[in-house]
């Protein structure tokens, strides 16, 4: 009886396996002092837009993520960002200003039905925090290794021979 039910969990896992997806999002730089979380909400939208035709599928592509994998600063409150009208986040995205721009009679009625078309509001409420793994490395050293007698002096000096080893006008001496 416990050998089948193992057996089913691995069959389970296996499925789930191949139903999930890992994306690493595009790089985004954001300036000096331009980290906040809502700086940091509109370069996650900005990600999702240019991976995306619209805002109907960034809508549907937040309703899926089940996990946003951080290392606990201030993008670890993303799932905490209320629906918001992605338009007024990022208008460059806007539709309705290009068309306002075209000529009413390339469009004719149907530019009239786009200028009231709103995007849907988006937000990552259903998705959980995990935390990074180098997150996960940084504590388990702090909290096994740590208490090694002369680990944390060991590290320091370990961390400054490698700073040392690593600077430009070391490197052409380790290389050779």
């Known amino acids: 009886m416990a050998g089948d039910h193992k057996e089913r969990l691995a069959e389970l896992a296996g499925r789930m396996a191949k139903l999930l997806l890992h994306h690493i999002l595009i790089p985004v730089g954001l300036g000096a002092k331009h980290c906040s979380l809502s700086h940091k909400w509109a370069a996650l939208l900005h990600c999702f837009r240019i991976l995306s035709c619209g805002w109907e599928m ?49 469009f004719g009625g149907e530019m009239a039905f786009a200028l009231q ?29 740590g208490k090694m007698p002369g680990f944390k002096a060991w590290y320091g000096r370990a961390k400054e021979v490698a700073k040392l080893l690593g600077h430009k006008f070391y490197q052409k001496f380790v290389i050779q």
Do not use: C, M
């Open 58 to 106: 960034v809508a549907q592509l937040f309703q899926i993520i089940i996990n946003v994998t951080s290392d606990f600063g201030v993008e670890a409150q993303l799932q905490e960002v209320p629906s918001v009208d992605p338009n007024a986040v990022l208008p460059y995205w806007d539709e309705r200003a290009k068309l306002q721009g075209d000529s009413s009679e390339e």
């Open 117 to 145: 078309y709103d995007a849907p509001r988006v937000d990552l409420r259903g998705a959980v925090r995990i935390i990074g793994e180098e997150h996960n490395l940084h504590t388990i050293q702090e909290h096994v290794f």
